[in-house]
């Protein structure tokens, strides 16, 4: 297929990538942004308020003339909310915020009637972090003429240090990632802008599609592995490898607790003296300071699961873990703090999404007898009179074929076996591999 016969939507591409930046505003394109942010936000909560109330409406089942013609109001709001709420159509506001956070709200709502655990969709509270998004729009003559690039939409570069953006212009950037990108794929097209700010500054986030990949295919490396995720330590694999759990959260949370008592203080102090919070200097100090270091610890632990994933995959043709949604080790409270900070599940969204980019093959299995069987003989604890292992067998013999075995590794051997076993029944072949 040619590039013109793709350029039809972001989806008919097959290749896809998230580009995020750093983007420095003036004072006045930040309040531009505060305002989209607010925008986006109140349209989400007000979906939820307006849908709430329909859902309540319709139970009561009665059909009196008050109750037909709210819902009747209702559901005329819910369609044009900028003509009930004049702020949502003030020159500041980017439409296109407004039509993304409806999206964005129906794509709750749907995976709330998908996985009905996940709760009906929550109000977005004000925060420290705010975001709003966009997206980028080209015109018709582009798209017939097949010139859908990073430098003609309503979202686009100007030149390697900048981009223009609606209602904001011109906005300076810096990173390495979108220029190595822009280097490699000159053509890509540009989805969704997410324009974020937190404690650390302001960031612009872009889904890109091409018809291409964005990257080199990384090179065969001839290895295999099955990793077993665990309390010990961060992970097991089944090289024996073991990888220590970092725990940047405890480290940092001595701290955290000081700054804590500190803003606890001194938001007493400001309520004897009469003074508002927000004209606190000193709260909003501690309050900012926490904030940051929020952010480290979470940038800390980011770093060290990109570089971890990407290491696994660089290093290995098949990654395979565990299913962790069966796992259930956040009702056990002594664990869950450990888990929050090792942050398992990004580890393995990160793990998919390099396989998917570079060509590799990320394998999650069920988690059943991972932990209990023997990888030498097959043998399941807990099973012909044989007691099962607790959480206290760090190590443990096989009362069948009298192997030695290390608890996680011995995991990590038939994570992998089930791991290959599945591949080998989706490939139809036979996977020759050694550990
Ligand atoms: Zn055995």
């Not at 003036?26 to 979906?47: E, H, P, T």
């Not at 938001?267 to 909003?284: D, F, H, M, P, T």
Request: hydrophobic share 30%; with cysteine; glycine share 6%.
């Amino acid at each position: 297929m040619t590039r013109k016969q793709l350029m039809i939507s972001m989806s008919d591409l097959p290749y896809h990538l998230g580009l995020k930046m750093r983007i420095y505003p003036s004072s006045q394109q930040k309040k531009i942004i505060a305002i989209n942010c607010g925008v986006s936000r109140s349209v989400y909560n007000k979906l939820i308020a307006i849908n709430s109330e329909l859902m309540q409406l319709r139970k009561t089942g009665i059909y009196i003339k008050t109750i037909a013609e709210r819902i009747e109001t209702l559901e005329l709001r819910k369609k044009n909310l900028s003509k009930y709420y004049s702020y949502m159509s003030v020159k500041e506001v980017d439409s296109l915020t407004i039509a993304q956070a409806k999206l964005n709200y129906n794509a709750a709502w749907s995976m709330f009637k998908k996985i009905h655990s996940s709760g009906v969709p929550k109000y977005h509270k004000k925060g420290v972090s705010d975001s709003y998004q966009t997206s980028c729009i080209y015109t018709t003559d582009n798209k017939k003429k097949g010139n859908c690039t990073p430098f003609t939409g309503s979202v686009r570069f100007l030149d390697t240090k900048h981009v223009q953006l609606p209602k904001l212009g011109r906005i300076r950037i810096s990173g390495s990632s979108y220029q190595k990108i822009l280097a490699h794929n000159p053509n890509f097209r540009i989805g969704t802008a997410t324009i974020k700010c937190d404690a650390s500054g302001y960031y612009l986030s872009l889904q890109i599609g091409d018809v291409v990949p964005f990257v080199n295919l990384k090179p065969k490396a001839g290895k295999v592995t099955g990793i077993d995720l665990n309390t010990d330590n961060f992970l097991t694999d089944s090289y024996g490898n073991i990888v220590d759990n970092p725990r940047y959260y405890r480290k940092s949370l001595k701290r955290l607790k000081k700054l804590q008592r500190q803003m606890a203080r001194r938001q007493v102090r400001a309520k004897k003296e009469g003074r508002k919070l927000a004209e606190s200097r000193n709260y909003q100090k501690s309050r900012l300071q926490a904030a940051r270091l929020h952010q480290h610890v979470k940038n800390q632990r980011e770093n060290f699961l990109q570089k971890l994933s990407t290491a696994y995959i660089n290093n290995h043709d098949v990654v395979v873990l565990e299913d962790l949604r069966g796992k259930n080790l956040m009702k056990n409270h002594a664990l869950a703090m450990s888990i929050a900070d090792v942050g398992w599940s990004n580890f393995q969204k990160m793990l998919e999404y390099k396989a998917g980019l570079y060509g590799k093959k990320y394998i999650e299995i069920d988690k059943c007898n991972t932990t209990q069987r023997c990888s030498n003989c097959g043998s399941i604890m807990g099973h012909n009179g044989y007691p099962k292992l607790t959480l206290k067998d760090r190590e443990w013999n096989c009362p069948i074929c009298k192997v030695h075995h290390i608890r996680d590794y011995n995991a990590a051997l038939n994570i992998l076996e089930k791991g290959i076993a599945k591949l080998e029944e989706e490939e139809k072949t036979i996977i020759p591999y050694k550990n």
